[in-house]
């Protein structure tokens, strides 16, 4: 059963297909993004290497992560949510206090801390 969470511009991204825990965590997360679509939820898009400071503590936002390479998201707890939607070879991300969402068919390299959750599939 693939999850999907909402991506930028009203698209999607789905999270591959695993097994027990990862996938009804994925599936927490969906139905927590797909509710906060409605009351304003702020969907960025970023390549590794480039991510910008979110909307701040506070707002409900999603950043969604492409491309390849390493990553660290900004300090502060920016975003709300983070999915990763990598191409091959895959990446890296380093943060704090974050919620992600591994996503696609390309594994990554997660190095997180603090209050961080971690949903991942793929690769």
Do not use: R
Request: glycine share 22%.
């Amino acid at each position: 059963m693939a999850v999907t969470v909402p991506g930028a511009s009203g698209a999607a991204v789905t999270i591959a297909t695993g097994s027990g825990d990862v996938l009804g965590l994925a599936q927490q997360i969906s139905n927590i993004l797909a509710g906060d679509t409605v009351g304003g939820l702020t969907v960025s898009v970023a390549s590794s290497g480039s991510i910008p400071d979110g909307p701040g503590v506070g707002a409900t936002s999603e950043l969604i992560l492409t491309g390849t390479g390493a990553a660290t998201l900004p300090s502060g707890g920016s975003y709300t949510y983070v999915v990763t939607d990598w191409t091959p070879p895959g990446g890296a991300l380093t943060g704090s206090n974050a919620i992600i969402v591994g996503g696609g068919s390309v594994g990554g390299a997660y190095d997180i801390s603090g209050t961080s959750t971690l949903a991942g599939t793929g690769g």
